[in-house]
């Protein structure tokens, strides 16, 4: 979402007075530079020898990063706290996954381009989603609240 705040503006009101709002978010903890959609700003030189392997030619040098174009926003508690803000009541916070979750991310990314074996990649999915129901807090990979309009 390009402006966060439109976005909770226009969620607001379109919800009836009680409804509930569901935001889920990939969080800015301990393992934040881990999202696939973003390792590029993180790590530029691993992503460039990924690129390489998958695609068989080097990035051009035409290409440029750009957050504001197409930066994968990562938030905290803080961050949804304060965008919610005076519309919003949080009702429910969850802060889930924290290693496994994100590597499961990957090797689906990866599963088609290198044909990982299916029960491998079943069974690296349901080690994630048991980790992902554990609350790790402000290290976790990823943030769900739940907020009623006000």
């Known amino acids: 979402v390009s402006d966060q705040t ?4 226009e969620a607001h009101r ?7 709002l569901i935001v889920s978010i990939p969080q800015r903890g ?4 881990f999202n696939p959609d973003n390792f590029k700003y993180y790590l530029p030189f691993i992503y460039r020898k990924i690129y390489y392997i998958l695609r068989r030619k080097k990035p051009s040098k035409s290409i440029r990063f750009s957050k504001e174009n197409d930066y ?3 938030y905290n508690f803080k961050d949804i706290s304060s965008l919610l803000n005076y ?6 916070v969850y802060q889930g996954g924290l290693i496994i979750y994100p590597i ?6 990866f599963a088609n381009v290198f044909h990982f074996n299916k029960r491998l990649l079943k069974a690296i999915n349901y080690i ?11 290290f ?7 907020a009623k309009k006000i």
């Open 140 to 146: 976790a990979y990823h943030l769900l609240v739940i």
């Open 87 to 92: 519309k919003f009541e949080i009702c429910r």
């Open 128 to 138: 994630s989603n048991i980790e992902y129901r554990v609350n790790f807090g402000r």
């Open 14 to 20: 379109v919800l009836k007075p009680g409804g509930n």
């Open 72 to 74: 994968h926003s990562q």
């Open 6 to 9: 439109k976005c909770i503006d």
């Open 104 to 109: 499961a991310i990957w090797l689906n990314y």
């Open 30 to 33: 301990l393992f934040y530079f």
